[in-house]
């Protein structure tokens, strides 16, 4: 166990830092001049000078990357007015001077704009990301597995020839296709029966009762982001059902005189899911991230909207961080699902 925990996180912390060498690379060619975006357009060259030297933008590339990798580490060498000012950790010992080894949560800087620190502006941002997420993927599971097996039990009906059909479809429309005519169908002109609107976050802002609740809000972009993955949750969970109700043990089963509940549901079901599980935990693990369009066109307050703003700004630091956040939850979330293929198959180990 330990070894397979370890392994795992090897390769999380080499795909950690590649994200990190390509995301430094790309933002540091782009012709923005971070100094001139913190200060606006007006400032004189003395305060561009002493920003670009705060910023340790006067050093060389090599040098700006290593004191990057240095805030984002957990530990790393850090002065202790930093430690007071930035950091959220501890000093652990001097190493000469005022700098001391920290153990810290990962500094991902401060954006640009509003001069808040990036880490509290991600986490501000994660819970609406997390719910419709959690909401799309409830969705997409549920109904994706229900109609797979149904399809793969009724093969060659209309039933499986509509799942089948409908799932193409799904697979097809791009989200941000399938969240302007939703929004549009719905959100606009059905708003009358629908009660849904075009835009929303998960609560409204009420001037006399301050934050209020709206789950109305959350169908359209739940439905919009969960389309794509239950199309795919029902492809493989019928392409899976099929090929293990083929397999000799189930008819053994049958001749044994399980019921049909029993050997679908405790023998079929369980052997077919590792693939379900796969494209479960790689598409939840994208939409956590951030659905970037989704989020935008419904005005949707999560990490995905907080980084197109950030683009649109120049603001790297927001956009660095919510790149390197974005990864850090697949690397989980893959570790994760290794361990449920684990549970539910045991003819998986974790120490192969």
Do not use: C
């Not at 630091?317 to 790149?323: L, N, R, T």
Request: hydrophobic share 50%.
């Amino acid at each position: 166990m330990l070894r397979f925990f370890l392994k795992k996180l090897g390769y999380g912390i080499l795909v950690l830092l590649g994200v990190v060498i390509i995301i430094f690379l790309l933002f540091n060619v782009l012709p923005a001049d971070p100094a001139r975006l913190t200060l606006g357009q007006r400032a004189d060259v003395t305060s561009l000078e002493n920003v670009r030297k705060e910023l340790h933008l006067d050093k060389p590339k090599s040098v700006q990357f290593l004191l990057y990798l240095n805030d984002l580490s957990p530990i790393g060498i850090h002065t202790r007015q930093e430690l007071r000012e930035s950091l959220n950790g501890v000093a652990l010992f001097s190493v000469g001077g005022e700098k001391a080894l920290v153990l810290k949560t990962p500094y991902l800087r401060r954006s640009y704009q509003g001069k808040k620190d990036v880490w509290e502006i991600l986490t501000e941002a994660l819970p609406g990301t997390l719910v419709l997420a959690l909401a799309a993927m409830l969705l997409a599971t549920v109904l994706g597995i229900a109609l797979g097996v149904l399809s793969a039990v009724k093969q060659n009906t209309w039933m499986d020839t509509s799942a089948v059909f409908a799932s193409v479809i799904g697979i097809s429309a791009p989200s941000f296709f399938t969240g302007i005519v939703l929004a549009y169908l719905f959100g606009f002109v059905l708003t009358d029966y629908t009660g849904l609107h075009m835009t929303g976050s998960l609560y409204d802002i009420d001037p006399f009762n301050g934050r209020v609740l709206n789950l109305g809000n959350l169908v359209l972009p739940a439905l919009t982001l969960g389309i794509r993955p239950l199309a795919i949750i029902v492809q493989l969970t019928r392409s899976a059902m099929l090929d293990v109700l083929g397999q000799d043990y189930i008819r053994t089963a049958y001749a044994k005189g399980l019921s049909g509940r029993t050997i679908l549901y405790r023998h079929a079901l369980r052997n077919a899911m590792n693939p379900v599980i796969t494209a479960i935990t790689g598409w939840f693990a994208e939409l956590l991230a951030g659905a970037f369009f989704v989020e935008y066109i419904f005005g949707w307050k999560g990490i995905g909207k907080v980084t197109v703003d950030a683009l649109e700004k120049f603001d790297f630091p927001v956009v660095m961080g919510a790149v390197l956040f974005t990864a850090g939850i697949f690397v989980l979330i893959n570790l994760l699902a290794d361990l449920l293929y684990s549970m539910i198959d045991p003819r998986i180990r974790l120490s192969s």
